[in-house]
C-alpha cells in the first residue's frame, strides 16, 4: 500500500486524523508493510515469506537476539524432538550434514543463516508496550520503548495496515505459587534459569512438571551426578522418540494419511507398550485419550522418551505426587509423605504475553492470551490482525501459518498498493 500518500491525504482533509497524530509519541514512522512482534521462528518465517513475495516488512524484538528463547533461556543438552525435517523453516531446509535431531546451537545457527539469506534485520530492544487498532484512521498504532537505564528510553509509534502477532505461545514463564516458598532456603528456578545438571553435582533436585523438559531436566541431573526427583500432578503420555526404525513424529504422520486417528493412537499405545513396557508401574498413569486425540483436542504433547524411562526404572529418578507444601530443605506431598531436597526445579511451561499489550479481544482471548478460534483457522482477525506461532504444532503449524500470512497480505497489497513496491522503508513523520 502506497502508505505515505494515504497518510497525506488524510492529513490534508480529515481534521480528526490532524488530532490524533499529535497526540503521537515523539516519533511516529509509518510502515507500507506489516509490523511483526517478535522475532522468533514465527517472526522469521512470516518477514521471510513477506518478502519473497515482495513486501516489506519491519520485525520488532524486545531482547537483543532472535529467538531469544532459544538462545538465553534453555538448557545446554536441549535439542529438537522432532526430526529436522519437521522444523524447517519455509522457504529453507536445515544444511544436509545436521543430524536427524539438531542441537540448540545448531539450531540457533540455522536461524540465524536464515535471517542472513533473507536480510532479515529486527529492530532489537524495542518492547512493544501497546498495540490498538484506530478505527478513524483504519491503522493499528504500535507503540513501543527502546532502550534501558544505561541509554535512556526511547517511545515510538508506528502506523500499518497490518499487524502480524509472533510472539508465540511461551512469551512469559509459568512459575505456581507453592505454599512455604519462603521457607524452604534451597534454590528454586524455573527450567529458563535453567542451563546444566553440573552446578547440582551431588545435590537432591525435585522437578516439578512431567512433560518434556521436566523429563530431559531429569535425565540431565542424573548424567551430572545429580539426585533427581520428578513430581507427576496429572496423567502423561510416554512414548518412545522412535519406533521401527523411524521417527515416532513421522511414523504418525504416515500413518495418519491412511487411518482415523483413534486407530493410530492404538497401535501407537500398543508397540509403546511394547518397547516401554508398562509406564503406570512408575507413576507415569497414561490418559484415557490417545496420544493424538489429546494433542488434537488440548493441544498437549506427548513426552517422547529420549532415556528418562529407563532411569526412573533402575530407580535414578524418583516419582513423587503433587505438592502439598514445602518446608525447610523439605517437600511435603499430597499423599502425607516428606522428602528433603537442596533444590528445586520448576518444568512448568510459559504462556502468551499478549493479553499484556494487545488491545483487542474478538480475536485473542483475554484469558490466556492463545487465539479464540481452534486450528487451522486462528491464524488471521480483523482489520488485518493475524497471529503466527499459536497453533500447539510447533515448528510445522510455524510454517503453514506463515505461509498464509504471506498470501493473505499479498492479495491485499497487490489490489490496493500499484506502487507500494517503491517506496522507501521506514518512512518518519514528526507529530
Known sequence: MDCLREIEGKQAHDPIFIEKMNKSSP?????????????????????????????????????????????????????????????????????????????????????????????????????????????????WRVKTTVGGQKCGVEEMEYLCRWLVVATGENAEAVVPEIEGSDEFGGDIRHTSLYKSGEEFRGKRVLVVGCGNSGMEVCLDLCNHDAMPSLVVRDTVHVLPQEMLGKST?????????????????????VVSWLMLGDTARFGLDRPLLGPLQLKNLSGKTPVLDAGTLAKIKSGHIRVFPGIKRLKRYAVEFVNGRCEDFDAIILATGYR????????????????????????????????????????????????????????????????????????????????
Open 249 to 269: 513424529f513421522g511414523l504418525s504422520m504416515w500413518l495418519l494419511k491412511w487411518l482415523p486417528m483413534r486407530l493410530v493412537d492404538k497401535l501407537l499405545l
Open 27 to 139: 516519533r511516529c514512522i509509518c510502515v507500507p508493510g506489516p509490523v511483526i512482534v517478535g522475532a522468533g521462528p514465527s517472526g522469521l518465517a512470516t518477514a521471510a515469506c513477506l518478502k519473497e513475495r515482495g513486501i516489506p516488512s519491519i520485525l520488532l524484538e524486545r531482547s537483543n537476539c532472535i529467538a531469544s528463547l532459544w538462545q538465553l533461556k534453555t538448557y545446554d543438552r536441549l535439542r529438537l524432538h522432532l526430526p529436522k525435517q519437521f522444523c524447517e523453516l519455509p522457504l529453507m531446509g536445515f544444511p544436509s550434514e545436521f543430524p536427524t535431531y539438531p542441537s540448540k546451537q545448531q539450531f540457533v545457527d540455522y536461524l540465524e543463516a536464515y535471517a542472513k539469506r533473507f536480510e532479515i534485520r529486527p529492530r532489537f530492544n524495542e518492547t512493544v508496550s501497546q498495540a490498538e487498532y484506530d478505527a478513524t484512521i483504519r491503522f
Open 352 to 431: 502468551s504475553n499478549v493479553p499484556s499489550w494487545l488491545k483487542e479481544s474478538e480475536m485473542f482471548s483475554r484469558k490466556d492470551g492463545l487465539p479464540r478460534r481452534p486450528f487451522p483457522n486462528g491464524w488471521k482477525g480483523e482489520s488485518g490482525l493475524y497471529s503466527v506461532g499459536f497453533t500447539k504444532r510447533g515448528l510445522l503449524g510455524v510454517a503453514m501459518d506463515a505461509k498464509r500470512i504471506a498470501q493473505d497480505i499479498e492479495s491485499c497489497w497487490k489490489a490496493k498498493a500499484p506502487f507500494a513496491r517503491s517506496l522507501l522503508l521506514p518512512h518518519s513523520t514528526s507529530p
